[in-house]
């Protein structure tokens, strides 16, 4: 589902609705994204009312922020992503957060959605514990640290003692990896 | 430029997750313009990216979506009620069209009548003052006229008086002349003399004002010396003054006397003189 690029046009008309502050356009995004913009916090932080608060913060930050958006950012969604993804790592940065250390690896997360009653989330769980399946054990390490711990890539450098070019390839590999699964299901 | 070592650098998975300064960041951006290719990977990462999150996410509550929406309705405030509303003010402002309109007009109209009296009044009291100016100095100047009139009236009257005597009466004009005497050489008064009447009418000609201690007086001589017949107004030239009677008499003569005339003539001040 090659989405992104089919839909630029439908983003600029995205873009100019958030900008005019239309109810319709906002509504439409959060439809479209939400999911996926609470899937990028909820797998850094694993308390789901302190996810949720990030996530209602981040996604008018990002409604009132609309005017400072430009390509330089990504596309659309990814510039929304990383402002959840800020968000959220910020959040677990914060004094109240630390004290508890409440950050996920890939098995809380995954038992998490199980632990969940709602049947839709179950699903995507699956779909979860079968993407990270086909990651190689070094791969996995890169994606926990950077997509659910909320990592930097020179973060994991320092913290790992990994060499920052190494980082990359296998942030790239693990990407790659992650694609080809995703354009598979 | 090697297209695949760009790709395989890892710089636009960390372009994607928002790892990279902004110059970096410009520097992808430009790339990917330059090459399709490098534009596609971008695609393709971003694509993975959002499908992963929308797969591996688990929907937030509905209660986060009414929050949200709860707190961004302020920022709708304009749309809705433009939107929704917007239909009805119209409509609204085209019914009182008929019903306000009448009363704005009104309005206009009165201000306008207003307006118009405040300027007619402003004018008419302008008007009217200046014509009360004018009438006041038309009244004065009637008054004026009637004075005058009065005057000439009176003036006419005793010219026709005067007439009568000179035209019923039987008049000499005896000529007195300054002329080698040694007061006023240009002097000139005439003496009317009724002989049988022995009335004497007196008219200057030419005769120097005097100051207020001294007068005129005209004297009739006659065998007796001479006998003072009444001071000369020196300022009434041309008319007839009306002097007292003369009886025999051969020459009349006018003297400067103190105030008020004298019995005997000063001599020394002989002014005209005329023989009958």
């Not at chain 2, 000439?152 to 005067?162: A, G, I, M, R």
Request: net charge negative; proline share 3%.
């Amino acid at each position: 589902m090659p989405f992104l690029k089919t839909n630029l046009l439908e983003e600029q008309e995205i873009i100019a609705g958030l900008i005019a502050r239309d109810r319709k356009t906002v509504e439409y995004v959060y439809a479209k994204y939400s999911k996926a913009l609470f899937g990028v916090i909820s797998r850094i932080i694993t308390d789901k009312d302190i996810a949720e608060e990030v996530f209602h913060d981040a996604f008018i930050k990002i409604t009132r922020k609309i005017d400072s958006y430009d390509e330089r950012k990504g596309r659309l969604y990814t510039w929304m992503s990383n402002i959840c993804r800020n968000s959220s790592i910020d959040k677990t940065r914060s004094k109240e957060f630390s004290e508890k250390r409440k950050t996920n690896t890939i098995d809380d997360y995954v038992y998490g959605l199980e632990s969940q009653s709602d049947t839709a989330d179950v699903v995507d769980g699956i779909g979860v514990r079968e993407l990270m399946d086909t990651l190689n054990e070094e791969q996995k390490f890169i994606v926990n640290c950077i997509y659910f711990k909320g990592y930097t890539h020179s973060e994991v450098s320092e913290e790992f003692d990994i060499p920052l070019g190494t980082v990359k390839s296998r942030i790239r590999a693990a990407i790659n990896a992650l694609k080809k699964k995703v354009d598979k299901i | 430029m090697d297209i695949q070592s760009y790709i395989l650098s890892g710089k636009l998975e960390l372009f994607v997750l928002g790892e990279l300064t902004e110059r970096e960041r410009d520097e992808v951006v430009a790339t990917a313009k330059l090459y399709p290719k490098i534009q596609e990977e971008l695609d393709q990462i971003e694509e993975a990216m959002f499908n992963f999150d929308n797969l591996s996410g688990a929907a937030p509550s509905g209660m986060v979506r009414s929050k949200i929406f709860d707190s961004l309705e302020k920022d709708f405030v304009s749309q809705p009620q433009d939107k929704t509303i917007s239909p009805s003010p119209i409509q609204e402002a085209q019914t009182p069209v008929v019903a306000l309109n009448p009363w704005k007009n009104y309005t206009v109209a009165a201000s306008l009548v207003a307006l118009l009296a405040i300027g007619a009044a402003i004018f008419y009291a302008n008007k009217y003052s200046t014509v009360e100016g004018q009438f006041s100095a038309l009244v004065q100047q009637n008054i004026q006229l009637a004075e005058d009139l009065q005057t000439n009236h009176v003036k006419t009257e005793s010219l026709d008086t005067q007439m009568n005597q000179l035209l019923s009466g039987n008049f000499e004009r005896v000529f007195m002349k300054g002329e080698g005497l040694p007061m006023q050489g240009n002097a000139r008064v005439d003496v009317f003399w009724d002989r049988s009447s022995q009335e004497v009418l007196l008219s200057v000609n030419t005769l120097a004002a005097l100051d207020s201690e001294n007068d005129y007086q005209l004297w009739a001589i006659g065998a007796d010396g001479p006998v003072g017949i009444g001071i000369v107004n020196p300022n009434d030239k041309l008319s007839l003054q009306a002097m007292e009677n003369a009886g025999d008499t051969a020459a009349f003569a006018i003297t400067i006397e103190p105030k008020g005339g004298s019995l005997q003539p000063n001599l020394e001040k002989l002014v005209v003189l005329g023989e009958v």
